[in-house]
């Protein structure tokens, strides 16, 4: 098993345990690539919240349908 940071070093040894309704959304790409979404690079600015909330909402949406059943 690989360690560290993301999924294998945060999520999969929690469900191992038993832990359920743990998911890990892949964040590449969801704030665009021309600089505006961030003040430096790592802090989001207004529009890199707003695109970074456009880009998970389909999946949240998609995992809170399946909690309802």
Do not use: C, Q
Not at 5 to 16: A, C, E, T
Not at 23 to 51: C, I, N, P, Q, W
Request: zero cysteines; aromatic letters at 14%; hydrophobic letters at 30%.
């Amino acid at each position: 098993m690989r360690s560290g940071f993301g999924y294998w070093g945060r999520i999969h040894p929690l469900k191992k345990k038993g832990y359920k309704n743990l998911h890990y959304l892949k964040a590449d790409g969801l704030t665009g690539k021309d600089g505006e979404s961030t003040v430096d690079g790592e802090h989001f600015t207004d529009l890199g919240f707003y695109r970074f909330a456009e880009g998970i909402s389909p999946m949240v949406k998609k995992l809170m349908k399946r909690a309802e059943r």
